[in-house]
């Protein structure tokens, strides 16, 4: 399937970039949906499913809609409003669309399942303004467990990419961009062709520009939101995904021991994956009140950061942690973006 968006000076005027927090939500609700997961995210799908499991996120009306091909719904990708929102921002759209496009996009995901909608969406199509609020809240609970502890790497690699991309621009033009996000789209002069799509493009000219999402889970896709009168949305895999969940060295512990402590260089090591004080003392051998206070003081410190998944806080290392561990990491790059 070969389809084209047409693209007037205007539109490639307006062309912009946007780190999305919703686009990682839906595209790994999407890798987490293949059986088995994609080999690239199988080390953080491991370590994120048992906790989706026991908060009953992995059979929920979020996990049902989101299925691993077919029908994305549009209303859950709304267009960002500026580079980077933060997910209540997003959240706050989703819960503002009408009742005819959450309709509309359902009725899309049950003509895929033989015409018949899952059970547990039937009350977000009967009454979607009051299953908006408990969909969002369903997102979020989500996002604590999937996506928040790892989020300073991923957003590295998605800025990362953003950068690499208008620096391109700046050097090369826009054209030269847009010929270069992913080998299925080829910009042509006037058209940006998309080859082998997964989505429906049925929007010809662009309109308002286009707005271009790099995703760490869109990969190896890419996927397309067109939805009047916003700007098409176009996510593609962001440069240096494949490296994203490679185990980062931390050459830099014994320099970092010298100022925070052997211990709390450690924990910062071991931080390398999110993990919950119980974890952390089992591995390192601190008693568990030790670990605990050691991570209020990095926490303070801006070292590492705590997200509540159900009972359970699961603490993660920030990227300027990271930097501290790998000196040799250039700086304003603290994830794998820049392969």
Not at 50 to 63: C, Q, V, Y
Not at 69 to 98: R, V
Not at 207 to 217: E, H, K, R, T
Request: aromatic share 4%.
């Amino acid at each position: 399937m070969r389809t084209a968006l047409t693209f007037s000076a205007s539109d490639v005027a307006l062309t912009r970039f946007a780190v999305s927090p919703m686009q990682e939500v839906v595209t790994s609700l999407r890798a987490l949906a293949h059986t088995p997961v994609p080999a690239l995210h199988r080390r953080w799908a491991d370590q994120v499913r048992p906790r989706l499991a026991a908060a009953g996120l992995d059979r929920g009306p979020l996990a049902t809609m989101v299925p691993p091909a077919g029908h994305l719904p549009d209303f859950l990708n709304p267009a960002p409003a500026g580079p980077s929102p933060a997910l209540a921002e997003e959240l706050a759209a989703i819960t503002a669309t009408g009742t005819a496009q959450v309709r509309a996009d359902l009725d899309l995901l049950a003509a895929e399942r033989g015409g018949r909608l899952p059970a547990l969406l039937e009350p977000l199509y009967r009454d979607p303004p009051a299953r908006l609020a408990l969909l969002a809240a369903e997102i979020e609970a989500y996002w604590q467990v999937a996506l928040a502890p790892y989020w300073a790497r991923i957003r590295a690699l998605l800025e990362a990419d953003v950068f690499h991309r208008t620096r391109q621009a700046a050097e090369h033009g826009t054209a030269r961009v847009l010929d270069d996000l992913h080998e299925t789209v080829h910009w042509d002069g006037e058209s940006l062709r998309l080859e082998h799509r997964h989505c429906a493009v049925d929007r010809l000219n662009a309109g308002g520009g286009l707005l271009l999402l790099p995703s760490a889970f869109a990969w190896p896709r890419v996927l397309t939101r067109v939805l009047p009168p916003e700007p098409p949305q176009l996510a593609y895999p962001a440069r240096g995904t494949a490296t994203l969940w490679e185990p980062r060295p931390g050459s830099g512990t014994d320099a970092l021991a010298a100022v925070v402590g052997k211990s709390r260089a450690r924990l910062l090591a071991e931080l390398d994956s999110p993990a919950s004080t119980t974890e952390l003392a089992r591995r390192t051998g601190l008693s568990a009140a030790a670990v605990s206070q050691h991570l209020t003081a990095l926490r303070t410190a801006g070292l590492t950061s705590a997200h509540r998944a159900g009972h359970s806080v699961f603490h993660a290392r920030t990227a300027v942690a990271d930097l501290l561990l790998d000196p040799a990491a250039p700086a304003g790059a603290a994830g794998p973006g820049t392969a």
